[in-house]
């Protein structure tokens, strides 16, 4: 699976939009981004994921570039219950691949 | 819909003892990991089964750790004796059969956060 890269933190102001980003730019073609988060004390949370198109769902925006060597998540309008680590997974499309975790990026969410 | 069920959500134990973590997958999900959380870093996987079948233990410390999934529901993952350097948060995740989930969402529980001293 490829690896990915992200900023080890990143801080917000509340109700602003958070954009976290991510390189992959050893991503294969069949190979998905999966975005997930972690509250504290909590187990990762599922939040979107794409292959090639830019995805949206009640949770956030997924940007991934042409080149698919990169990709964005947006979080529209943080709220601090958002502050959690978020985690960049690149991952086969084929059926039960393991996710590789790497340390992902702790976003603080500031009042 | 119930999660993913873990318990203890704590254990303190002193090294050489043992210890057992428990799983209760979400109902009907046939896959189930265990991951391994140290402090600052993302999970690690231990082990993965598909129904009682461990296809993945490749990362899994054979030596002082085991695990086993009878009758391909609920999950134990025991560590005998545990070492200072144990000391992590024991995770559980399930996923659905592929038949019923285009994509590999995984469901996590709580954890379990060892201590060994």
């Known amino acids: 699976d490829a690896k990915t890269t992200q900023p080890t933190s990143m801080d917000c102001a509340e109700g602003r939009a958070a954009n976290l980003p991510c390189n992959h730019s050893t991503i294969s073609g069949n190979e998905y981004v999966y975005w997930y988060r972690q509250i504290h004390s909590q187990g990762p949370q599922y939040i979107i994921h794409g292959l090639k198109n830019n995805e949206t769902n009640e949770m956030a925006s997924l940007i991934i570039t042409e080149d698919r060597k990169s990709s964005t998540l947006i979080l529209p309008h943080a709220t601090l219950r958002d502050t959690a680590v978020y985690y960049c997974i690149v991952v086969s499309g084929n059926y039960g691949q393991n996710f590789v975790f790497g340390p992902g990026t702790r976003l603080s969410v500031l009042p | 819909e119930a999660g993913v069920v873990q318990s203890p959500r704590y254990k303190i134990i002193e090294k050489k003892q043992p210890v057992a973590f428990w799983c209760n997958p979400i109902?009907?999900?046939?896959?189930l990991y265990w991951y391994r959380q140290n402090l600052g870093q993302g999970p690690e996987l231990l082990i993965r089964y598909e129904n009682e079948e461990a296809v993945d233990d490749s990362q899994l410390p054979k030596d002082r750790f085991s695990a086993e999934r009878l009758k391909g529901v609920d999950s134990t993952l025991k560590i005998q004796p545990a070492e200072l350097g144990d000391s992590a948060v024991y995770l559980c995740?399930?996923?659905?059969?592929?038949?019923?989930?285009?994509?590999?969402?995984?469901?996590f529980g709580p954890g379990t956060r060892l201590t060994v001293l």
């Open positions: 109902s009907g999900h046939n896959t």
């Open positions: 995740a399930s996923s659905p059969d592929w038949g019923l989930s285009s994509y590999n969402e995984q469901f």
